[in-house]
């Protein structure tokens, strides 16, 4: 089996210390773009988030994360959208950096699904 360069775990891992970190950088109600560039800025240092990756995560905000089609999770939807935000940011960042390629990409996004389904009672807890 191939090592591939993201690792969703770790993201989890650490959620609740970047939910933390995040509120303390924006002094305003927090944005889901507020967890993808904080993803993207843990895998691309020294780049900046440009429009295209915004309007990336916002047509997933408004399509895929949107409180209609997360509303399933109940009172957990935001923390959903959030961890989402986050590793797309994140990928975002790998992609950016040349770390990941088109395919690898998909791959991740496809797979993020699948990682947060097996993941969703943690969510509750945010």
Same mark, same amino acid.
């Given at each position: 089996?191939?090592?591939? #360069?993201?690792? /969703?775990?770790? %993201?989890?891992? &650490?959620?609740? &210390?970047s939910? +933390? +970190?995040?509120?303390?950088? @924006?002094n305003?109600? $927090?944005? #889901?773009?507020?967890? @993808?560039?904080?993803? /993207? !800025?843990?895998?691309?240092?020294?780049?900046?988030w440009?429009?295209?990756?915004?309007r990336?995560?916002?047509?997933?905000?408004?399509? +895929?994360?949107?409180?209609?089609?997360?509303?399933?999770?109940? &009172? @957990?939807?935001?923390?959903?959208?959030?961890?989402?935000?986050?590793?797309?940011?994140?990928? $975002?960042?790998?992609?950016?950096?040349?770390?990941? @390629?088109?395919? +690898? /990409?998909?791959? !991740? &996004?496809?797979? $993020?699904s699948?990682?947060?389904? %097996?993941?969703?009672?943690?969510f509750?807890? /945010?």
């Amino acid at each position: 089996m191939t090592n591939l #360069p993201y690792e /969703f775990q770790s %993201l989890l891992d &650490d959620f609740a &210390d970047s939910c +933390e +970190e995040i509120r303390r950088q @924006a002094n305003r109600h $927090l944005d #889901p773009s507020d967890f @993808a560039r904080y993803g /993207f !800025a843990q895998t691309a240092v020294g780049f900046d988030w440009s429009a295209e990756q915004q309007r990336f995560i916002d047509d997933r905000c408004h399509n +895929e994360l949107s409180d209609e089609s997360l509303s399933g999770h109940g &009172d @957990a939807l935001r923390s959903w959208r959030a961890f989402n935000c986050l590793a797309l940011g994140y990928l $975002l960042g790998l992609y950016q950096t040349e770390q990941i @390629a088109d395919h +690898e /990409f998909s791959l !991740a &996004d496809s797979q $993020l699904s699948g990682f947060m389904f %097996l993941n969703s009672p943690i969510f509750d807890t /945010f």
